[in-house]
């Protein structure tokens, strides 16, 4: 089970942390330390927008155009935690994030992953 939490409301420029942390074992029995992590974003009206994703090491990361320089990802295993650090902030980036998992890193990216988290709110106020 993943539960993605640390959104809220922020000035424009500001910054936030999410976090996506998983619990429980999965169905395949393998620890949330062998999955890949991503990170996307739904605006009202609009479609669900990929936006970052990182291996089940922590050694490979890559980023949509939009967040790329703004937004990082990171992991902690330890505490089965993946984060996505967001700095300077926009009001076209209020959306509800989610954070989703795979044990295929590619299938993660496409959004296709096994488990996801119930979605946290952010809002950039201008």
């Known amino acids: 089970q993943l539960q993605a939490f640390g959104g809220g409301l922020v000035q424009a420029g500001g910054s936030l942390r999410l976090s996506c942390a998983a619990s429980?074992?999965?169905?395949?029995?393998?620890?949330?330390?062998?999955?890949?992590v991503a990170w996307f974003r739904q605006a009202p009206g609009k479609e669900r927008e990929f936006l970052a994703t990182i291996n089940w090491s922590g050694g490979y990361t890559y980023y949509a155009d939009s967040v790329k320089g703004r937004f990082t990802i990171s992991r902690d295993n330890g505490k089965n935690t993946v984060y996505l650090q967001m700095n300077s902030l926009k009001p076209e980036d209020t959306a509800v994030y989610y954070c989703a998992a795979d044990l295929n890193r590619e299938l993660v990216f496409r959004g296709e992953g096994d488990y996801w988290g119930q979605g946290t709110q952010v809002t950039v106020s201008s």
């Open positions: 429980g074992r999965a169905a395949s029995g393998h620890t949330f330390s062998t999955y890949a």
